[in-house]
């Protein structure tokens, strides 16, 4: 005890590089799959008998559970700072690396990697001393490797496809018996199963269709004799690799048997003069030798398992054209191949992508010469496992074959002193041959990192390539990425705090790029992390910020600091200004309101206003109007809303002032009224549509040009009907206050938490009465007291043109009657009863900020489309036009009514998203930005042209029309609905 209270002080006084022997161990997060651990709970005791102090973060998907670490000696605990030495199996997030400590780790940056250059700079700046495992070696090779387990699993893998391969063409075979290695709970289980299927072919043999079934391994290493023991639960015949053509050709084959040939380099490739192989030729001088293994190999292989390495100077095994040209003379018998290797376009251009433990395989489809689904092989491709990550199948058993050699060197590191020069550590040969960094440089060892980044900056250079970082992995992120993407020279980093909807985007865009490389990654970030902020940022040839609008002006230090334009939907606000002399000063700018309202509301405006102008027109009224909206077959909840973007974001807008032209006058609302008086809509009739006035339009009509003959100017949002109910009973109980500091923790459920509320507000204590009940006694009221304050705001001095706006929004509905449709419609979003359908466990979810918050975190998973459901966007501009030379009056109107393709491409996130990427792609194309500074708006022709022309290539359309006024009301039309011209 004394020793151990000794160490935890010691701990606490001496942290960074200093090795105070405490390590820790964090939790894997790179995806759920990977439950791997450097070290087991038997290499901790070992640790922690001999002094060492463990600390182990939580987790739940560990293949070895908190409480077996805590039975030998370690402590669970989410904060790894006191540990001097942390060790990992993956890549750790940039903002996640804690200031000078030592971290082992497979980093992915020894070889300059593109897509981890971020890590390594953030390495870097942090002064982490990186160890990597894959540089821990002896004169033998590599010491620390889980690559036998990657054999292990992807052979079983492999075998598994071979079966499904077989059945796609008609054929079932017992290989159907033979499950992916992720469902076997150890390997000896899953050699049981092969061991059956083996005494099977044995026993009843192979159907001839498939015989000879020759497996072809590339490789003699760890991997190569790990799929090979796999095997021998088969009837094995091995062969040479150069007896297989001999081999296809006998009529005798065993049925009873597989046959297995090992290929090595010397079956790969021949010298082109003719001269014998020898090995260190090859390695030295490859352009002196041809490819041989698509004619001597390929044309006699049934399964191939591609367990070598191999570098771009080397020659492939498989290019697309050699295998068009194989399959077209009918040699190419290939079911399935397990490519261990996963080098994406590498030595097998089959494997197009890599893929995941989840959803290990795909086929490649010899007709089309790409990939397609497995669900849509129709026996004519070759199915290809590529998963980069084999040995997390077996999580248990390879950990400990990884940690059994790595144990040993674990406390040296943990006592060492990371402070002084590298070769003064004490540290074995081994571990100081793979410390990458140290000190804020790269050790002599991985200097040549820099020359290989600097080759491939110049290389991008060359090629014209564009770096495009994308800060949020939102809603709206999807058609932004893709549009990017469809520019072969863009290359994209999502950044975003949540790293599964990172991942998720970029699987869903990573199979659509160019197969050749990979153009789409992701990283994790919190932008309050200024040093991964400053990487990224640097890193990139441009930024687009896809936060909430009240956060952008947390990156623009950054991009002041690297001069990177900014690119943003949202509406410029004061924290942003107050950055606009620096970014003048550095020569950037920042292009907002680059969406659908704002952004083509306001484009589109400016188009038609310039139309209207140039006919002669004078606009003495403008309206304009959008919403985002469910389609009404969907539309059946309270709100008659879903939500299609951020949560937060629409609910803050409930809380916006309004300002706008009404008759001439000046009309300010504050937004806590705005939803007190909807307006209804009647232009389409079959819709009961509703509008709100939205910000403050009085500044839009300098912006557009209009001048005090336009009497009336307001800018709105469509809603349905029950949407302004809704907000108005939200509001009264509090939910929509942006600044709440209630203490949730005391309450249970919504439920609780409205009746907490009411009975503040009636003071009824003690009442035994159910919160609907308290609702009833207390809406009326509230509703009627609203009503009389918005006639006072209309009584105030300078605001009189307000009583005139009232007068459009019709009958009040009874106060009783409003409260009863209140009180159903929060039972029917589970506010209201705690047993209701969809009712929440708790009021604020975790890590919510404020009330309001935890509001958003309830209604999206209430209100959020299903897959099945579509939402459409629908934007209408009305003027009022007088043609003073003809004296002539028409009503001029334009439209655009968008509806979703599919779940992925809504209509929402498809105009709010493309025209921002659109903006990117003009800017990278040098045809918008080049003159501009400081902060703007797409109020320039030279900035909305562009974005325009490139909405309407995506197939977003506005339409306009002119109607004539003759007299009594009526109105005939000037011309057909036609587009409006850019």
């Not at 950044?495 to 699987?507: F, K, P, R, T, Y």
């Not at 700018?589 to 309202?597: S, V």
């Not at 009404?662 to 909807?678: A, E």
């Amino acid at each position: 005890f004394p020793k151990k209270r000794m160490l935890r002080r010691f701990s606490r006084t001496h942290s960074g590089l200093k090795g105070n022997n405490v390590i820790g161990i964090r939790r894997e997060d790179k995806n759920v799959w990977e439950r791997r651990v450097p070290l087991v709970p038997k290499h901790v005791a070992q640790l922690v008998k001999n002094g060492t102090r463990v600390l182990v973060q939580p987790s739940t998907i560990r293949c070895f559970s908190d409480e077996q670490y805590e039975e030998v000696g370690a402590e669970i605990a989410e904060d790894l700072s006191p540990a001097s030495t942390i060790l990992a199996v993956k890549e750790v997030p940039p903002q996640l690396l804690i200031p000078e400590r030592t971290y082992i780790f497979f980093s992915h940056t020894i070889k300059a990697q593109p897509e981890n250059m971020a890590l390594l700079d953030t390495i870097l700046a942090k002064r982490v001393r990186l160890i990597d495992y894959e540089r821990i070696t002896n004169q033998d090779g590599r010491i620390v490797k889980f690559g036998p387990y990657a054999g292990y699993a992807g052979m079983i893998d492999t075998l598994h496809g071979l079966g499904l391969s077989l059945l796609s063409r008609g054929i079932a075979t017992p290989f159907l018996h033979v499950s992916p290695a992720k469902e076997y709970r150890s390997l000896d289980a899953a050699r049981t199963d092969i061991q059956e299927l083996g005494n099977v072919i044995r026993k009843h043999g192979l159907p001839r269709e498939i015989c000879p079934l020759t497996f072809v391994i590339t490789g003699n290493g760890s991997v190569s004799m790990a799929a090979q023991q796999i095997l021998h639960g088969l009837p094995c015949n091995y062969v040479d690799a150069n007896d297989l053509k001999s081999l296809w050709n006998r009529k005798d084959v065993d049925r009873k048997s597989v046959y297995v040939a090992i290929a090595g380099a010397q079956h790969m490739v021949q010298r082109k003069d003719g001269g014998p192989f020898v090995k260190s030729d090859y390695y030295n001088n490859p352009k002196d030798f041809v490819p041989t293994f698509h004619t001597n190999i390929a044309p006699y292989c049934r399964v191939l398992l591609n367990s070598m390495y191999w570098d771009p100077k080397f020659h492939k095994l498989l290019t697309t054209s050699q295998i068009e040209l194989l399959k077209d003379e009918g040699k190419f018998p290939l079911l399935a191949v397990g490519d261990i290797t996963c080098d994406i376009m590498g030595s097998n251009e089959m494997l197009v992508r890599s893929t995941s433990i989840a959803d290990p395989f795909f086929c490649f489809d010899l007709d089309k010469m790409e990939e397609v689904p497995m669900k849509d092989n129709r026996g004519n491709g070759v199915v290809i496992l590529g998963v980069d990550h084999l040995p997390a199948e077996f999580p248990q058993g390879s950990s400990e074959a990884f940690g059994d050699p790595l144990v040993k060197f674990v406390q040296q590191v943990a006592v060492s002193d990371g402070t002084k020069p590298l070769p003064e550590q004490e540290l074995p040969p081994e571990i100081e041959r793979a410390v990458v960094t140290h000190n804020g440089t790269l050790t002599p060892n991985f200097e040549y990192i820099k020359d290989m980044r600097r080759a491939q900056e110049e290389t991008e250079h060359d090629k014209g390539k564009h770096n495009v970082l994308v800060i949020g992995a939102g809603m709206v992120a999807g058609p932004v990425v893709e549009q990017l993407l469809s520019d072969s020279k863009v290359n994209v980093v999502i950044a975003d705090s949540n790293m599964v909807q990172a991942e998720q985007l970029v699987s869903k865009y990573a199979p659509k790029q160019a197969v050749a490389e990979s153009r789409v990654s992701c990283t994790l970030l919190d932008v309050t992390k200024t040093d991964v902020l400053s990487v990224l940022i640097h890193n990139a040839d441009v930024v687009i910020s896809l936060l909430p609008a009240h956060l952008h002006h947390l990156i623009l230090p950054q991009c002041i600091e690297h001069k990177k334009n900014v690119f943003t939907c949202s509406y410029v606000n004061d924290n942003m200004r107050a950055f606009e002399e620096q970014m003048k000063e550095k020569g950037i700018f920042m292009l907002n309101e680059l969406g659908l309202d704002p952004g083509i509301d306001i484009m589109s405006s400016l188009q038609a206003i310039k139309k209207i102008k140039r006919a002669g027109g004078i606009i003495e009224s403008f309206r304009s109007i959008c919403g985002a909206l469910p389609s009404p077959a969907v539309s059946d909840n309270p709100l008659g809303y879903k939500f299609s973007w951020s949560p937060y974001g629409v609910l803050r807008a409930t809380n916006r002032d309004a300002k706008f032209y009404w008759n001439g006058n000046t009309v300010t609302l504050p937004g806590q009224y705005i939803y007190d008086i909807p307006v209804p809509y009647q232009y389409f009739q079959g819709l009961h549509l509703w509008t709100v006035p939205n910000g403050d339009s009085v500044s839009y009509g300098k912006l557009y040009g209009l001048d005090e003959r336009c009497h009336t100017l307001v800018r709105s949002t469509f809603r349905y009907s029950g949407y302004s109910l809704m907000v108005q009973t939200f509001r009264s109980l509090g939910m929509l206050d942006e600044n709440s500091t209630v203490d949730v923790s005391q309450f249970s459920d919504w439920d609780a938490y409205i009746r907490h509320t009411l009975t503040e507000k009636l003071r009824l204590y003690d009442s035994d009465m159910t919160t609907a009940e308290l609702l009833e006694v207390y809406l009326p009221n509230y509703f009627r007291i609203r009503i009389k304050e918005v006639e006072r705001v209309a009584r105030q001095a300078g605001n009189e043109a307000l009583g005139d706006y009232l007068e459009q929004c019709g009958t009040q509905v009874p106060p009783e009657e409003k409260a009863s449709q209140a009180i159903t419609g929060l039972r029917a979003l589970g506010l209201l009863g705690t047993k209701t359908r969809n009712a929440a466990s708790i009021v604020v979810s975790p890590g919510a900020e404020t009330l309001m918050h935890g509001l958003c975190n309830h209604l999206i998973k209430v209100l959020k489309y299903n897959a099945h459901e579509l939402d459409y966007v629908l934007l209408m501009h009305q003027f009022e036009v007088h043609y003073p030379a003809t004296n002539r009056r028409t009503t001029y109107t334009c439209r655009l009514a968008e509806t979703a393709i599919d779940s992925e491409h809504t209509a929402t996130n498809r105009t709010v998203g493309l025209p921002l990427a659109i903006a990117v792609q003009a800017f990278l194309d040098g045809k918008l930005g080049a003159a501009l500074t400081g902060i703007h708006t797409p109020i320039m022709e030279e900035v909305y042209n562009p974005i325009m022309k490139g909405l309407e290539g995506c197939g977003i359309q506005v339409y306009q029309k002119e109607r004539l006024h003759i007299g009594g009301g009526e109105e005939v039309p000037l011309h057909p609905e036609t587009p409006l011209p850019v």
